[in-house]
């Protein structure tokens, strides 16, 4: 979780108002930030990642000032206009295709505001920006512009001044001898051309993703601001950039709005109207447990910055831009939860009497782990997607998985699981270079289409361990598991020669109790392990835990 440091006397002049350490200390929980350090100077606090507007102390400022009723309601934003332009070639479109901009102008730039600015810019990168790939952001001396702006791709071959550097480097030398370079070059290193954000003198302001010119870099003497944001999703870089564009706002400058020209469309940014959610007032005070009225809900949204006003029942919120963290009418209740105040929640206890108790199947399921722990094994816990090659192709299984996810973002999250040896399997086929023997379980989940219904999926329970070494074998893990079995959770089960893939024939069992199948157990077929790229032996078992009886 990121973390940022906030010093007591900077927050206390973005407050506006005297504000005691105390006060800030104690109200600082309460905006949903866990303080992991505090001194007599500063504290340092983890915010969760959905919430990037909180990573420069301009934005929790923002959050502090509802919560101790300094300001309240949704901030605005004025966004003059001066004419600056940014035109966009067709030839960038299949290499990085978005890219909006904003300026600011009389800014108050201390070496901290610095440090902040440029921390928050790499925790949207890390964050929105999915490690640059999809946003990046480039933060520029305006001063140094001659506009309009050019925003194109150019050939292998072009050069310009990189940042921290004091000669012309081409491209390929910037992707290997930078440090950013190195770190992000294989987001463009494939597209076989290179975005480029040139003025009309043709001087180098930004080769995003990877690193600015020198020409425009930042110092404490700077006071006007060129913002770029690029990359490969619209929604994504307008986030990423009303996010910043707030932090500098509340920083003292004034911003100004950038004119970007396609072929085909014209776009103003940065954009800072409001996003229209609304959510039913019953429906808040279940979830709260309250009984506020209307006005209350409008004053507690106030409180956490969220301007809003109700008709017929319904509660209806003027979202600022920079909360791209609200999807749901969940998260509004959630910020009326946060105005009321965490603190003002009293503990209640239920109108009935009855006492709770442990469920069956998680004893079950405990019992199942301290057995295995007992015998030395060590629990790993993977994903409940997979690849669909690895639950088939790898397994040497025949067919391909009916559960699939529709449109997944990631080949590796396409199917859910029907077993949970290949995972496990998986597991030991990436830590091929670590000491041997190797000796590995999981209980978790397993996914099996049921009926003809789109949403007909059974859920069962498993439990899968495998043993990897260079003389692993049958009667190994056999033994293992007549040892988990007998320690009371089977009373009487058998072995019956079987075929079951990732198994190899002749050295696998089917286990059976009542006549009914289980499991399984045996060594790993050569071919299932040449797959994983596994060196040594491998002696595995399954079980379908929901067939043992719950005790």
Do not use: W
């Amino acid at each position: 979780m990121p973390v940022i440091t906030l010093y007591f006397e900077r927050l206390a002049g973005l407050l506006g108002s005297e504000v005691s350490r105390e006060e800030i200390v104690d109200r600082i929980p309460y905006l949903g930030l866990d303080i992991e350090e505090q001194t007599r100077e500063y504290v340092r606090v983890e915010y969760n990642p959905n919430r990037p507007d909180y990573s420069t102390d301009y934005g929790i400022a923002r959050g502090l000032n509802g919560l101790l009723d300094l300001r309240l309601g949704t901030p605005h934003y004025q966004v003059k206009s001066d004419g600056f332009k940014i035109s966009v070639e067709s030839n960038v479109k299949n290499v990085r295709p978005f890219i909006v901009g904003a300026i600011t102008r009389d800014l108050r730039l201390d070496d901290e505001t610095i440090r902040q600015l440029i921390a928050m810019q790499e925790d949207l990168h890390m964050g929105i920006g999915r490690r640059r790939a999809k946003v990046a952001i480039g933060l520029h001396n305006l001063d140094k512009i001659v506009p309009p702006l050019n925003y194109r791709a150019v050939g292998v071959d072009f050069s310009f001044v990189p940042l921290g550097s004091n000669r012309s480097m081409q491209i390929p030398e910037i992707l290997q001898e930078t440090e950013p370079g190195r770190l992000y070059g294989e987001i463009v290193r494939s597209k076989g051309s290179y975005p480029m954000i040139t003025d009309s003198r043709g001087e180098v302001l930004s080769f995003p993703p990877i690193i600015n010119g020198e020409l425009t870099k930042l110092t404490p003497n700077t006071k006007n601001l060129f913002i770029d944001v690029t990359g490969t999703d619209s929604k994504a870089v307008d986030d990423a950039l009303a996010i910043l564009v707030a932090a500098l706002h509340d920083a003292g400058g004034s911003i100004y709005s950038v004119m970007v020209t396609n072929q085909d469309s014209i776009k103003r940014s940065p954009d800072f109207t409001p996003t229209i959610r609304s959510f039913e007032m019953d429906f808040c005070n279940r979830l709260l447990g309250l009984d506020l009225n209307k006005e209350q809900m409008i004053s507690n949204l106030g409180r956490a910055r969220i301007d809003a006003k109700a008709h017929d029942g319904v509660i209806e919120a003027s979202i600022p831009r920079y909360r791209t963290d609200i999807l749901h009418p969940v998260d509004l209740v959630e910020e009326v939860a946060l105005g009321y105040g965490i603190q003002n929640f009293t503990v209640t206890l239920p109108a009935t009497v009855t006492s709770g108790a442990s469920n069956a199947i998680q004893r079950l399921l405990d019992g199942i782990r301290e057995a295995l722990v007992g015998l030395s094994m060590i629990e790993v816990m993977n994903f409940n997607l997979l690849d669909d090659s690895l639950l088939y192709t790898k397994m040497n299984r025949e067919g391909r998985s009916t559960l699939r996810v529709e449109g997944p973002k990631s080949s590796e999250h396409e199917v859910l699981r029907d077993r949970l040896l290949p995972s496990l399997l998986a597991t030991l086929g990436g830590n091929v270079h670590e000491e041997y023997p190797q000796r590995i379980f999981e209980v978790g989940k397993v996914y099996v289409k049921e009926g003809g219904g789109r949403m007909a999926t059974q859920e069962n329970y498993h439990v899968a361990a495998a043993i990897a070494h260079s003389s692993a074998n049958y009667s190994e893990i056999k033994s293992t598991m007549d040892s988990l079995l007998g320690s009371g959770l089977l009373d009487d089960f058998t072995f019956r020669t079987a075929k079951c893939q990732p198994f190899a024939s002749g050295r696998t069992a089917a286990v059976l109790a009542d006549n009914i199948t289980v499991g399984y157990v045996g060594e790993v077929s050569p071919e299932t392990l040449a797959n994983l790229s596994l060196k040594v032996p491998v002696g595995a078992f399954e079980i379908d835990v929901s067939v043992l009886p719950k005790k």
